[in-house]
């Protein structure tokens, strides 16, 4: 099945500092999800990216998928003490339709006031 | 809306015990199921996966195995337990067939194995 690379593995940041995780892959990728956890928490989806070079954004996060499909990328702007939390990437693994997802090591955010 | 109920949510065995961890999701029929298992706070496995009822599918050989009695009820047991079944337990759910489909957690249950 399909693998997806995570890096950082850790990314200490300080209140109002930048954040990105990157996913890759060494093929074609149909989908890209990312999700958070937070710490002592449960994975929640955040967002889905689908097309080639599609972006999306909501609030301070911006997601983007690769031309090529075989990366993307998660940005925070001006982190904030809530963004703590361990972000996965994800992706449908083996080209079924039954939602069997392979997902990245996670980006481990620590947010520091 | 729809709810998906995981217990215990922190459980202590001695090695060699049996165990039954059990998922049930609300509010939706005929959801396809998960297990997940996160070892050390890190990467999520996909244990068992099932998309209807006594249909399971297993992505690794290993010391468990699941079972799912009702439409809704999915069950991660093992005979005895070993050391490295420690780890966080995940119960996903999600409905349909797509290759988008979106994955809905539990709060998991801690598994601790002494």
């Known amino acids: 099945g399909q693998q997806v690379m995570q890096i950082p593995q850790y990314q200490h940041v300080q209140e109002g500092e930048d954040f990105t995780t990157y996913c890759n892959s060494s093929?074609?990728?149909?989908?890209i999800q990312w999700y958070k956890q937070r710490p002592g928490g449960h994975p929640v989806f955040l967002i889905q990216?689908?097309?080639?070079?599609e972006v999306k954004k909501q609030k301070r996060l911006t997601f983007q998928f690769g031309e090529a499909k075989k990366n993307s990328s998660l940005h925070i702007t001006a982190t904030q003490t809530t963004d703590v939390g361990t972000y996965f990437c994800?992706?449908?693994?083996?080209?079924?339709?039954?939602?069997?997802?392979?997902f990245g090591q996670g980006t481990i955010l620590t947010v520091h006031p | 809306s729809q709810t998906i109920h995981q217990w215990p949510a922190t459980l202590v065995q001695p090695v060699g015990s049996p165990l039954s961890l059990e998922c049930t999701v609300e509010?939706?029929?005929?959801?396809?199921l998960y297990w997940y298992r996160q070892a050390a706070g890190r990467g999520l496995q996909l244990l068992f996966y099932s998309v209807g009822i006594g249909q399971i599918s297993s992505e690794v050989p290993q010391n468990l195995s699941a079972s799912r009695p009702q439409d809704r009820q999915f069950i991660l047991s093992s005979k005895k337990l070993l050391l490295s079944d420690s780890g966080f337990y995940l119960c996903a759910w999600s409905v349909g067939q797509s290759f988008f489909l979106t994955l809905h957690f539990g709060n998991g249950t801690r598994l601790t194995v002494t």
């Open positions: 994800a992706t449908n693994a083996g080209g079924t339709s039954y939602g069997k997802l392979t």
């Open positions: 509010g939706t029929s005929n959801p396809n």
């Open positions: 093929t074609t990728l149909s989908n």
């Open positions: 990216l689908v097309k080639s070079g």
